[in-house]
């Protein structure tokens, strides 16, 4: 592989372009948070993906796999706490608070497990 330059500023800058599979990933919130995570804390892995051009393929799957995380963990603790329906009928706003601290601890879990271990 020939990597070609172009001159910035009196600077030798490699042409370097995504593959085409890369360039059209779409990250979310999670996808996001990891990638940056990586860029900031782990640069080795973050480099070597970027060099391979594995990146966004990579932040991807660990966007998927903290969704799936998030909706089980939210659904588990929902059941164990016993927040249902009829609570949300019977007595709206303890439903949204309860729903509310299901949610963040579960964004805790995610955080901890997936984006920055």
């Known amino acids: ?26 990250l979310g919130k999670w996808g996001m948070m990891y990638k940056s995570h990586l860029e900031k804390y782990r640069s080795a ?26 909706d089980l963990l939210v659904e588990q603790m929902k059941e164990a706490e016993g927040v249902t329906e009829q609570l949300k009928e019977k007595n709206q706003m303890e439903w949204v608070q309860r729903m509310g601290n ?9 955080y901890e497990e997936l984006i920055y271990e």
């Open 102 to 110: 299901i949610e963040q601890r579960a964004r805790e879990v995610v």
């Open 1 to 26: 592989m020939k990597i070609t330059y172009r001159e910035v500023n009196g600077y030798l800058i490699p042409n370097i372009k995504l593959p085409p599979e890369e360039a059209s990933i779409r």
């Open 45 to 70: 892995i973050f480099n070597s993906l970027l060099i391979q051009g594995k990146l966004y393929q990579h932040c991807a799957e660990v966007e998927k796999q903290a969704n799936e995380m998030f």
